[in-house]
């Protein structure tokens, strides 16, 4: 009888100490916190407008119909997408659960009103994007009503006419500027911001960010965390060095760029982690330039020929990213028949460079910027002898221009519908875009970041985002 007692007290002392184990794991669970550090700057979190590190709040916060992820689209607000057989008409079925952080139901007609409402008054370039949709264009210039935009509401179920066929319309949804918003949202402060992400915002101050978890997602369940604290820190080597003095769980993009200067510290660190990213750069040569000679397709094919776009990713970036097109590092034949072939194009145009420099532009404290737009000017001064100023100022007039380009989706041939926006070209192909060469295209940017090993399921998408609802702090 004894033995049995005993037994009993051990097998419930047992039960008792799985039981509060379970508790301590519950508790772990519930009580989650990831750090990371932004930027200090004006945030305003608004789907229809956005800089670039605001797109790293605006994922966390807002959800659209899908989430781009590699080789495809991941469901998140829709239970089905069907197309038709010319990829003309798209339908999506909504989730019947879906809910605003304030408890309001999200309907077909919720993202309906949205992207019309976008379509009016956003001033974001990203509008561009929804120009596909019949009639969008023209409905956002005021040349027509909206009743003739392709968009139309079933049930549940949101149906899209687009212009021309887009094979993965699915990817392209995934972009902010098609997130479902709420007009009043424009009046609110942020931590009153009405959301439908995995989170909202909390509080706020002059230094810090704080968002928790949104307990009317649709998915709240497998949200572990409870909350994301984000320090503001408006010097980049100081929020560089909160990684490793272990204040923050993460740094870099999209959250905060990686210091140019620190990039060769960044590689010696185990915790380096590099993720292929859709962010393409290209050199412009703007519409208004008044010099024509760099309208000459010739002259732009040999700038093309003696850049280096492989010397930039793998020693500028220091992560291997890569040529936008197969490009070997120029050898000296080919940069010798390059500067032959420039001068006999001189020659036959008579035409002589002025004493003032060319301006080449870069965005004002971007180091990164300047580098890659030296490491190619440098080549047309050496090799064609052309005098250029690469400079942060614009008042002189610019000449070149160095951009970047994040494509949102896994599609390369979709850079070519922006291309064709921005410049007034027609290119459908790498073959013609190479034939006609609207920019000077460089390399497909790599991000580099900084992660803890207590950090799990991180994953940067094509577009750079990352989902922290998909976070499991350890």
């Not at 008792?16 to 200090?40: H, R």
């Not at 949709?133 to 149906?159: C, E, H, M, P, R």
């Not at 580099?448 to 994953?459: K, M």
Request: proline fraction near 4%.
């Amino acid at each position: 009888m004894k033995f049995l007692k005993l037994l009993l007290i051990f097998i419930l002392s047992c039960l008792l100490f799985a039981c509060g184990e379970n508790k301590a794991e519950e508790n772990k669970k519930v009580e989650q916190i990831f750090y990371t550090v932004m930027p200090k700057e004006e945030y305003e979190l608004n789907p229809q407008s956005y800089s670039e590190n605001e797109r790293a709040l605006l994922t966390q916060l807002f959800e659209g119909l899908t989430e781009l992820k590699t080789e495809g689209v991941r469901l998140v607000s829709v239970l089905k997408i069907e197309h038709s057989d010319d990829y003309k008409e798209w339908i999506f079925t909504l989730r019947d659960d879906l809910k605003w952080s304030d408890g309001e139901k999200i309907t077909a007609n919720s993202y309906l009103d949205s992207w019309l409402d976008s379509l009016e008054n956003s001033k974001s370039d990203e509008i561009y994007r929804m120009f596909v949709i019949k009639g969008a264009k023209d409905f956002s210039n005021k040349k027509n009503n909206k009743s003739s935009v392709g968009l139309k509401v079933q049930d549940n179920k949101l149906i899209v006419i687009l212009n021309i066929p887009i094979k993965n319309f699915d990817e392209w949804v995934s972009n902010p500027i098609f997130y479902p918003i709420r007009k009043e949202n424009i009046n609110l402060s942020l931590d009153k911001k009405i959301v439908n992400g995995a989170f909202k915002v909390s509080s706020f101050t002059d230094d810090e960010i704080i968002l928790e978890r949104n307990e009317n997602y649709w998915d709240n369940i497998n949200t572990k965390l409870k909350e994301i604290k984000i320090s503001l820190v408006e010097d980049g080597i100081m929020a560089y060095e909160m990684f490793p003095r272990n204040e923050i769980d993460y740094f870099g993009e999209p959250f905060y760029s990686m210091p140019f200067d620190r990039l060769n510290q960044v590689n010696s660190l185990p915790e380096k982690l590099v993720f292929p990213i859709s962010r393409y750069w290209y050199i412009s040569i703007p519409n208004e330039n008044k010099e024509k000679f760099f309208e000459n397709l010739e002259i732009r094919r040999l700038m093309y020929v003696v850049s280096d776009p492989e010397f930039m990713g793998k020693v500028i970036l220091e992560n291997d990213s890569p040529a936008i097109f197969s490009h070997s590092h120029p050898s000296s034949d080919t940069l010798n028949k390059a500067r032959e072939d420039f001068q006999k194009i001189k020659e036959n145009f008579n035409f002589n460079f002025s004493e003032i420099p060319y301006i080449a532009y870069f965005e004002n404290n971007n180091l990164l910027e300047k580098k890659l737009i030296l490491s190619t000017v440098k080549e047309w001064i050496g090799q064609f002898k052309i005098p250029i100023r690469v400079t942060s100022k614009s008042d002189s007039g610019i000449t070149f221009k160095i951009e970047k380009y994040l494509l949102g989706t896994n599609n390369m041939n979709d850079l070519y519908y922006y291309i064709n926006y921005k410049y007034g070209t027609n290119i459908k192909s790498d073959e013609e875009f190479l034939d006609n060469l609207p920019v000077i295209p460089l390399l497909q940017e790599y991000d580099t970041v900084l992660s803890h090993s207590n950090v799990r399921g991180l994953n940067l998408t094509p577009s750079g985002d990352i989902y922290l609802k998909y976070i499991n702090m350890q």
